[in-house]
């Protein structure tokens, strides 16, 4: 575990002293401020406007500074050769593999973080809050989301080149967005020529469609039962576990 | 006692439209408390060798052993010390940070990294770097940098990939000496080279790679004995690679 954290917290560090993260999180604070305003758009009710748009962002950003980061990982070790003194210590290429994971999940979670304390301090300044355990689901949701996404990224990455791996991941999520629920109705009501397909696409393709509940903070619904964070709690656990597991085997044997 | 390094019949393969050897039925035994110079021109097959010692690359066929290990074991890797040919580290790190994360991986304690972190960074003269961020490095300093890294871990074999490329005669002269320093100390080297001279006035043993295959082993002064009276090794290398 201590070479896992050692190369997760070194990669942690390229967060903090790069750009990306002050640029997205000034960006968040410009646009929370201009909604801030009563008369933005001259829209009543302007707390479930500020609410949607922005946690809309805060995830949007997050999604991005995940993907960039973890893309670029594995690729960025071997294009710069420091991957080549790393593995000549005692280090397995599953430690690498994993310590790279870790790395860009918490420094993508710190950022999701960071946002997510400014939105519900905004959203709470305009009266009109979100229910605690709601807030507590939304960001858990949030960090579960996120270490789904690295970990397919760091995946994608042991076979594809950066940009080819940013451009997929985020069609990935939008693809999952808007048509998740299509996919899972074609399985509920299953027409025979397709069925087998959608099936496959269903089961393959990481679902980030279960991790968002913005709906449910800005109409202020009920939060989730028990069962159900469970259920996306070991569905994360399961799938990332699975998807390490397949970049592991990718790189066993890549010359380096 | 295991040797440091034990090859037998290495052959590394790179695959594609036209397949080629980079080493060929390599056959070599490092002895404990040597300077070995690992010599040949560009291509020849040195660092694709080094590579399959360090378990960064799979060979086709053959036998590695690092002190009776196999270099996939992440065990075999406690003793070596490692200085790439190409010194590129995180530009976002300084190299008190760089070793503490190397350190780690030896499961060093702490005071034992900052101890000989501190005393690594004196050796090549860069104390007062030692909280600069790498990305305001010039080439010599990362070459340093390169060099206190692969001995972190005060390793028994040391593997060194061109140490003294890109530096300048100064530094040359500081690593040529520090070489000579480690094996005093009973350290195994096993460096390739493109300066004859350098690997002249160091190496106890050469091996010549042409092709991946080894040309001549031996000991230096012998082989140069073998053409005749004070032949120099940049005559006798330039000799081997003609095919005179």
């Not at chain 1, 400014?118 to 709470?124: C, D, E, P, T, Y």
Request: hydrophobic share 50%; glycine share 6%; net charge positive.
């Amino acid at each position: 575990m201590g070479s896992i954290f050692a190369i997760a917290r070194n990669s942690w560090k390229e967060v903090y002293r790069k750009k990306d993260f002050y640029v997205f999180f000034i960006l968040l604070i410009i646009f929370l401020l201009v909604l801030l305003n009563e008369t933005f758009f001259d829209v009543p009710g302007i707390s479930r406007f500020l609410k949607d748009v922005g946690f809309s962002l805060l995830w949007l950003f997050s999604l991005i500074i995940a993907v960039t980061f973890s893309a670029r990982q594995i690729p960025m070790e071997i294009s710069s050769h420091t991957i080549q003194p790393l593995l000549a210590k005692p280090v397995s290429r599953w430690q690498v593999l994993s310590g790279k994971f870790w790395g860009s999940t918490l420094a993508a979670i710190f950022s999701f973080s960071v946002f997510f304390i400014i939105f519900v301090l905004i959203a709470r300044l305009k009266g009109e809050g979100v229910e605690r355990m709601l807030i507590f689901q939304s960001y858990l949701f949030g960090l579960l989301f996120l270490s789904l996404v690295c970990a397919v990224s760091i995946f994608l990455s042991t076979f594809l080149t950066i940009s080819a791996n940013v451009t997929i991941s985020i069609l990935l999520y939008f693809f999952m967005s808007w048509f998740g629920e299509y996919l899972r109705a074609q399985i509920l009501f299953p027409q025979k020529i397709l069925a087998f397909f959608y099936n496959l696409t269903y089961q393959i393709l990481p679902h980030y469609e279960f991790y968002d509940l913005r709906m449910r903070m800005v109409h202020g619904w009920e939060p989730l039962p028990l069962w159900v964070v469970s259920s996306v709690f070991l569905y994360t656990l399961i799938y990332v576990s699975f998807i390490l597991m397949l970049g592991y085997l990718k790189i066993r044997k890549k010359t380096l | 006692m295991d040797k440091p390094i034990a090859i037998h019949n290495l052959t590394v393969i790179y695959k594609g439209r036209k397949p080629k050897k980079a080493v060929d039925s390599l056959d070599l035994e490092i002895l404990k408390g040597e300077i070995f110079g690992f010599l040949g021109p560009n291509g020849a097959g040195k660092t694709t060798a080094i590579k399959a010692i360090l378990g960064l690359i799979y060979p086709d066929s053959g036998e590695i052993s690092l002190f009776g290990r196999i270099p996939g074991d992440c065990l075999s890797r406690r003793s070596i010390g490692y200085m790439p040919e190409i010194a590129t580290y995180y530009w976002y790190l300084t190299p008190r940070e760089l070793l503490r994360m190397y350190g780690t991986f030896f499961h060093l304690d702490k005071a034992l990294i900052n101890k000989r972190t501190r005393e690594l960074l004196a050796l090549v003269d860069l104390s007062d770097a030692a909280d600069i961020l790498m990305k305001n490095f010039s080439k010599g300093m990362m070459q340093k940098v390169s060099l206190v890294q692969a001995l972190i871990n005060d390793p028994g074999l040391l593997i060194l990939d061109e140490p003294t490329g890109g530096l300048d005669p100064v530094s040359r002269i500081t690593m040529r000496d520090l070489i000579k320093e480690l094996k005093s100390r009973g350290k195994t080297i096993f460096f390739s080279s493109h300066e004859l001279s350098e690997v002249e006035l160091v190496s106890d043993r050469i091996a010549i790679l042409k092709n991946g295959k080894i040309e001549r082993l031996g000991n230096l002064e012998k082989l140069l004995e073998e053409r005749g009276a004070h032949q120099s090794l940049e005559q006798y290398f330039l000799d081997i690679i003609r095919g005179e």
